[in-house]
C-alpha cells in the first residue's frame, strides 16, 4: 500500500466534503477548515511522482484558489453569494482531482 497516496486521497476527500458541509451551512468556521485542509491537500501532492501529478496538483491548486478568496468574501465582505459560487468551484476542482485519481489507480493497475 501506499501510504502517501492514501494521506493525498484521503485529504482530497476531507477538503470536498468539509466544502459540502459549508453550502449545507454557511459558516466561516466550516469554510476556514475546508480551506485549511485543502491547503494540506496541496502541500502533500507537491512531492508526488506519478503519470498524473502535475493534473491532480493543478486541480488542488484550483481549489484553494477559490476556497481563500470564499473565505475572505465571506469573513470581511459578508457576502454569501461569492462565497457559495467560489466554494462551488472548489467542489468542481475537488471532484476533478478524485476522477483524476481514479484514472490514475486504473493506469497503475494495467501497468501490472
Known sequence: MQWGK?????????????????????STVALFIAGSVNVVSTILKIGVRNILSAELLAGSLVADLHLIP????????????????????????????IFVSMIESAKEKADF
Open 70 to 97: 470564499a473565505f475572505f468574501a465571506l469573513q470581511f465582505y459578508e457576502n454569501d453569494k461569492i462565497a457559495v459560487g467560489l466554494v462551488i468551484g472548489a467542489v468542481i476542482a475537488n471532484l476533478y482531482t
Open 6 to 26: 492514501v494521506f493525498y486521497i484521503f485529504f482530497t476527500l476531507m477538503s470536498l466534503t468539509t466544502s459540502a458541509a459549508f453550502l449545507y451551512e454557511n
